[in-house]
């Protein structure tokens, strides 16, 4: 992998730099900022649907067909995104090359006393990797979680609603029956 012992050293020393703490919150920070920009492009294109407080599923099934519509095209980044944007997922993919490199010199795999990167930090590291080899799912699971729990919301008011109903029958009934029994 490298051609001389300056190379290795060399990536050992970007490999603990690229493990540092600063390094990995701005890993983590673009990599909520590429999460963002593809969710801002997936609402640029199909709207940003909330339930209402009626039954809409034919908007709710448009709203489907158009998220996973986007998500078969985007198959990777947005090609509209700004150049900041662009520059932010090139350096958050670019440091994936430092996740390999730094597993072998993990604290937990390293002769004691030696100079080695925290286990944590590489969990913390791999942790901001995780899922983005397809961001586009993330993103699409995120939002199907977020209708989900609001159709839940829709779903609890309409049976609370439905208990309220089914008791004001049965007093309606019940009283309609005393009334009857008293003429």
């Known amino acids: 992998m490298f051609s001389n012992f300056e190379d290795r050293a060399n990536a050992v020393i970007a490999t603990h730099r690229a493990m540092s703490r600063d390094s990995i919150a701005t890993l983590e920070a673009d990599r909520a900022a590429v999460l963002a920009a593809l969710a801002s492009d997936m609402h640029r294109e199909c709207g940003d649907y909330r339930v209402p407080d009626y039954e809409d599923n034919d908007n709710l099934d448009a709203y489907r067909d158009c998220t996973v519509a986007w998500s078969k095209g985007r198959q990777g980044m947005a090609s509209n995104f700004s150049a900041e944007t662009n520059a932010t997922v090139a350096r958050f993919y670019g440091n994936s090359r430092w996740i390999e490199s730094a597993e072998s010199l993990r604290c937990?795999?390293?002769?004691?006393?030696?100079?080695?990167?925290?286990?944590?930090?590489?969990?913390r590291a791999q942790a901001a990797f995780a899922g983005m080899d397809n961001p586009t799912v993330l993103i699409g699971t995120a939002e199907w979680d977020r209708l989900n729990r609001e159709v839940d919301v829709y779903n609890a008011r309409l049976s609370r609603q439905n208990a309220v109903n089914k008791y004001v029958s049965f007093m309606q009934a019940l009283s309609a029956a005393l009334a009857e029994q008293a003429e």
Not at 108 to 123: I, L
């Open 108 to 123: 937990s795999k390293m002769p004691r006393n030696s100079r080695c990167v925290d286990d944590s930090a590489v969990a």
